[in-house]
């Protein structure tokens, strides 16, 4: 009978504690569920972020975008993330600044 609690209390314990950038980085992964080889989405499987490059006019290039390594989760990206959890539609990577890019 120890054993069972002893399992169960290890069991509950598995998964609770992704920080809430994981959490995001999950939702975000949902998401490019369908266009996972799309920009970004390629650097969200691959558990990077992302830059968004522009070309000499000023206009996004994604032939000048790419992945880079995820930073801590801590200040700017933290609070991103906990807009990400709260409302969805505030990191989804399938949209910049309002302008879809790529069909779903």
Known sequence: M?????VAVV???CGGDKNICEKAREQQMEMCEDSESCFPCACIFRGHDWEFGTNEFGIYDFDNSFCI???PCQ???EEDANACVSDETTCD???LEGVKLFDH
Do not use: C, N, S
Request: proline share 6%; charged share 35%; hydrophobic share 35%.
């Open 11 to 13: 069991a509950g314990g």
């Open 93 to 95: 990577p399938r949209y």
């Open 69 to 71: 390594d995820a930073e």
């Open 75 to 77: 200040g700017k990206k």
């Open 2 to 6: 120890r054993w069972l609690v002893l």
